[in-house]
C-alpha cells in the first residue's frame, strides 16, 4: 500500500541499526558474583487514555488490519481512508499532569499500536482504554487538522507520538491563543517539530499576529522555538493571583518566542534585521 510505504519510511530510517554480536570472556578463576534476581515489570503508568474513532463525515472510512513483526514486541497496523477523526481523553505526564483533550482529523492515517495478539481490528472500534504507557502512534495524510488546549494545527503530513506527547509536522501552520492580546499567534513553516505539549520549534517559519491569509506584516526566522515560561518582573513582585482556598500564589506560564537570523515585514518590505530575539510571544 502506497500510504503505508510513505507512513513507515521515516520509522524505517529512525530505527537503530542491527546490533552486532559480541563476546564475553568470562575467567574461570573468578569468584561467584552477587546473584540477579529477574523482576517483573509494570508500566510507569497506569492510567488509561481513551482512544475514540469515527468517520470524518458521512462517508464511512475504509480499514486494512494487520500485525507487523517488524519490531520486538510486534505492532498492530491500522491503514484508514476516506477520512477519519480520533479523539483521545485522558492523556496525563507523571500520574500530576492532565494534558485534555487530542483531537486528531484527516483523510488518510496509520496508526501503530501495541499488537492484539490475534491479528483482528474491529471497523467499528468505538471506545477503546489503553494505559498512558501503551505505543500510539499516528501518521496522517491530507487536509489534517490537529486540535489540542490553546493550539490548532493544520498541515499536509503528520507523525504524532500519543505516548511520548511528541510529533512532527510537514507545510503546516500553527495558531496559539494568546489571552494577553485576546489573539492568535501564527507559525508557519516548512517543518514544525512538537516537543511536548507546549514546546514547538519551527524551521524556515514566519510569525505574525495577523488574523489575514496573507498578512501584511510578519516575521522571517530560519528557527522559531515557542514554548511557556514561568516569569517574574524586573522589579517588585508584580500583580499576582492568589488561591483563595490555600492563600498560595499562583504561578502563571507565559508564551515566550526565541527566533534566530530575523526578518521584520510589512507587506513585502524589510524594515530591520536582527541575529536574536527573545520575547514574550
Aim: aromatic share 10%; proline share 7%; charged share 20%.
Amino acid at each position: 500500500d502506497d500510504l503505508f510505504q510513505r507512513a513507515n519510511s521515516p520509522r524505517r530510517a529512525s530505527r537503530r541499526a542491527t546490533l552486532l554480536q559480541t563476546q564475553l570472556v568470562v575467567d574461570d578463576q573468578a569468584e561467584g558474583g552477587p546473584e540477579f534476581q529477574v523482576m517483573p515489570l509494570e508500566p510507569q503508568n497506569s492510567l488509561l487514555r481513551r482512544v475514540r474513532i469515527f468517520p470524518r463525515n458521512a462517508i464511512p472510512y475504509s480499514v486494512h488490519s494487520f500485525e507487523s513483526r517488524e519490531t520486538t514486541p510486534p505492532e498492530q497496523v491500522w491503514v484508514l481512508n476516506g477520512g477519519i477523526r480520533i479523539v483521545i481523553d485522558g492523556l496525563q505526564v507523571d500520574n500530576l499532569q492532565d494534558l485534555g483533550t487530542v483531537d486528531l482529523a484527516a483523510d488518510r492515517m496509520v496508526i501503530w499500536t501495541q499488537s492484539l495478539g490475534d491479528g483482528e481490528f474491529n471497523a467499528d472500534p468505538g471506545e477503546t482504554f489503553q494505559s498512558n504507557d501503551t505505543p500510539f502512534t499516528v501518521y496522517l495524510e491530507g487536509n489534517i487538522v490537529i486540535r489540542q488546549g490553546q493550539n490548532v494545527v493544520r498541515a499536509s503530513r503528520a507523525t504524532y507520538d500519543v505516548r511520548e506527547h511528541r510529533a512532527l509536522y510537514q507545510d503546516v501552520e500553527l495558531r496559539t491563543f494568546l489571552p494577553q492580546i485576546n489573539g492568535d499567534l501564527r507559525v508557519r513553516a516548512e517543518r514544525i517539530r512538537q516537543k511536548s505539549q507546549s514546546s514547538f520549534h519551527a524551521q524556515n517559519a514566519w510569525a505574525t499576529g495577523s488574523k489575514y491569509g496573507v498578512p501584511g506584516y510578519r516575521l522571517h526566522s530560519t528557527d522559531i522555538y515557542l514554548e511557556n515560561r514561568y516569569t517574574q518582573p524586573w522589579i517588585g513582585p508584580g500583580a499576582r493571583m492568589y488561591d483563595p482556598a490555600t492563600g498560595a500564589p499562583i504561578i502563571q506560564e507565559t508564551p515566550w518566542i526565541t527566533s534566530l537570523n530575523n526578518t521584520f515585514l510589512v507587506e513585502e518590505v524589510p524594515l530591520f534585521y536582527t541575529p536574536y530575539l527573545s520575547a514574550p510571544a
